[in-house]
């Protein structure tokens, strides 16, 4: 919906308050005009039913005013004798229609000035003040989230739990008017949709103190999203954009830039990009050793995530159930013979002598490894193989899988560019050949009807041979290169769709997905920052201690009160 449907809107439903509660308003002993003023006959209807009137702000903050509205509907069927379960049942599910009954219908309505809660009603409204505040929090300052893949391993881990900003680069105000509080795009348990897709409001944005500067890490709300549920293969929806699946990467290019990939080294505006010290970038590595590229080898140099295969002679049903939290995957190769694969860690030695195990690693000449620059220097250096070298895609000749999407472009993973990132208000000329790189922008963030006609190109059925961009864009890539879906793959990412700037991480569980047995608690990366320089750096201590202290001046304070 336009800012003028919305007023249209507004303007409506001010008429329905009007018609359903201006006798209320008389009974109240206030002039029924005031029931008719916008905005006035809201803070009027918060001086019936003896509530601050501050509370008219959080009527007008989405998502809130839901809740909000709802508790003013249902103290109003109170303040006038009408305080069944019954009655606030039936005022929420006729979205506050049943008021006309009070008011015209009923015999035994009237104003009751001095009214009292029960303990329950007491918890009850607790709880909403708690999800009202949470909700803001939530919406507008700080918001949780967990990392579920490894597209920023090593600098982000899988199973670290982040505090996101929502003010660094400016809260979004939720264009979902309509939605559950403080759940994302799904409900949890019942696993069902958490919101409805209309109406929706424009596109406001709270000004935020600082702009995204290269290689900052951002969380966003994925451009390419039509999947309802993660790693769950199913037909695609359309989501509004503050519903869409949330992304982390880190912001390689910023509005204004000239991007290259070549060898897959980044290169700004002609110069080699220079992440922070504690960006660990991956890349593919093959080793080979004629030997065998022994896994304890690898281990004993603290290298980690790659791949092993085992066979097992004597795999039992039993067994496997016993096991299967450490496999991969797993194929019958003979009768009673399985290959299986884990990661690094293998499978414990103290499994393999409880359940009697045969088997045997395969160590292969040759292993492909996600490796760090230090990693792949320090395997090197030590001699115990006897190559590594760095795998680089060189270019095809089509490639319709990685941005833009087109044949004509030959881009990969280690090949890409040279392309602009769109500032707002940088005009650019548009030619058929280079469209498909910023056709996407034009014609589904921008909302124009774009189509070429006798290779001349139409926006919003003009001939248009330039384009002036009304928004700012970023690359976003993850530090895993070779296991990151990102601008690589589907392009630009909208300012519109930043979310906010990562923080703090206040927990990390390595195996969070794994099942609790195998949770163990990264100690070292609990309550440490976020994009700053020097070895990441844990302040759980410090706030131990905080906490400590608190806990004593409470103890404190009360003892001398009591004397």
């Not at 589904?444 to 001349?456: L, Q």
Request: glycine share 4%; with cysteine; hydrophobic share 40%.
């Amino acid at each position: 919906m336009s800012l003028i449907e919305w007023l249209i809107f507004f303007l409506c439903y001010n008429l329905i308050i009007f018609g359903g509660t201006q006798k209320l308003f008389k009974l109240s002993g206030i002039s029924s005009w005031k029931s008719i003023v916008p905005f006035y006959n809201i803070i009027s209807l918060l001086v019936i039913i003896k509530r601050p009137r501050w509370w008219i702000i959080l009527v007008f903050i989405p998502v809130i005013n839901l809740i909000m509205i709802s508790v003013i509907w249902v103290e109003l069927t109170k303040r006038f004798n009408h305080n069944s379960k019954l009655d606030r049942v039936l005022v929420i599910i006729t979205l506050g229609l049943y008021l006309y009954y009070i008011s015209y219908i009923s015999k035994r309505t009237k104003y009751i000035n001095d009214i009292s809660f029960s303990n329950f009603e007491k918890s009850v409204g607790s709880l909403v003040f708690a999800v009202v505040i949470a909700t803001i929090v939530h919406n507008y300052f700080l918001q949780p989230f967990v990392i579920p893949t490894g597209s920023l391993e090593k600098t982000l881990r899988v199973g670290d739990f982040l505090l996101v900003s929502k003010f660094h680069y400016g809260a979004r105000i939720p264009s979902t008017v309509i939605s559950f509080p403080m759940v994302h795009d799904t409900i949890p348990i019942i696993k069902t949709r958490s919101y409805l897709k209309k109406p929706q409001l424009p596109y406001i944005r709270i000004p935020g103190f600082q702009e995204i500067k290269n290689n900052d890490i951002v969380v966003f709300n994925w451009p390419a999203d039509t999947v309802r549920q993660f790693f769950v293969k199913e037909k695609g929806v359309i989501k509004p954009r503050d519903k869409k699946s949330n992304y982390v990467k880190r912001a390689i290019g910023v509005p204004g830039d000239s991007l290259e990939i070549r060898d897959g080294i980044v290169y700004l505006n002609g110069q080699e990009n220079k992440l922070p010290d504690r960006a660990k970038p991956l890349y593919t590595y093959k080793i080979y050793s004629k030997d065998g590229v022994s896994s304890s080898k690898l281990k004993e140099l603290d290298i980690e995530g790659f791949i092993r295969r085992f066979v097992i002679r004597n795999l039992s049903q039993e067994s496997y159930a016993r096991l299967k939290e450490y496999i991969l995957s797993i194929s019958n190769t003979n009768e009673n013979e399985y290959l299986i694969y884990t990661a690094d860690q293998g499978i414990p030695i103290n499994k393999v002598r409880e359940l009697n195990l045969d088997i045997r690693e395969i160590i292969d000449n040759e292993k492909e490894i996600s490796l760090t620059f230090n990693d792949a220097n320090k395997i090197k250096i030590s001699n115990e193989f006897d190559t590594i070298y760095r795998m680089v895609e060189k270019t095809n000749l089509s490639n319709s899988i990685f941005f833009p999407g087109n044949n004509r472009y030959n881009w990969n993973n280690d090949q890409l560019g040279p392309i602009y990132i769109p500032k707002a208000g940088d005009k650019i000329n548009l030619s058929v050949d280079e469209l498909p790189i910023y056709k996407k922008i034009i014609r589904d963030y921008e909302n124009n009807n774009i189509e070429v006609i006798d290779n001349n190109i139409y926006i919003n059925n003009e001939i248009s041979n330039e384009y002036t961009f009304k928004q700012d864009y970023y690359w976003m890539m993850g530090d895993n290169r070779y296991n990151s879906e990102d601008s690589r793959v589907w392009g630009y990412v909208p300012f519109d769709h930043v979310l906010g700037k990562p923080v703090f991480i206040w927990m990390s569980i390595d195996g969070l997905f794994q099942g609790i047995s195998n949770w163990k608690f990264r100690w070292d990366r609990v309550f440490t920052t976020i994009g700053f320089e020097g070895k990441p750096r844990s302040y759980l201590p410090h706030f131990l201690f905080l906490l400590l202290g608190w806990q004593v001046f409470i103890f404190i304070k009360k003892r001398i009160t009591n004397v």
